[in-house]
Nanobody, 114 residues
């Protein structure tokens, strides 16, 4: 069974930075579309960023602040988050789309507060 394990969440002040990482196992990682989603309390889960072969896309709310990257040799996808805002507070989920199936990590909490 595919496993996605996130790390790197935590509490940060507005304007600060965090880096999330997700390690995937039991998957042909190089063939998977990888992404990060987030869900704030009382809101629906939303796309933050996705990366596939040769293509990257971001939610408008995070463009120019967040950067997604992947290392196929380490089965890892990362999300560098800069200039964090209180509205970025949410549980962040790693996602893999592989062979028409969506897989999810357990989520990691990001809290932006002074």
């Amino acid at each position: 069974q595919v496993q996605l394990v996130e790390s790197g969440g935590g509490l940060v002040q507005p304007g600060g930075s965090l880096r999330l990482s997700c390690v995937a196992s039991r998957i042909t990682f190089s063939m998977a579309d990888m992404g990060w989603y987030r869900q704030a309390p009382g809101k629906q889960r939303e796309l933050v960023a996705r990366i596939s072969s040769g293509r990257v896309n971001y939610a408008d709310s995070v463009k120019d602040r967040f950067t997604i990257s992947r290392d196929n040799a380490k089965n890892t996808v990362s999300l560098q988050m800069n200039s964090l805002k209180p509205e970025d507070t949410a549980v962040y989920y790693c996602n893999a789309y592989f062979l028409r199936i969506n897989y999810w990590g357990q989520g990691t909490q990001v809290t932006v507060s002074s």
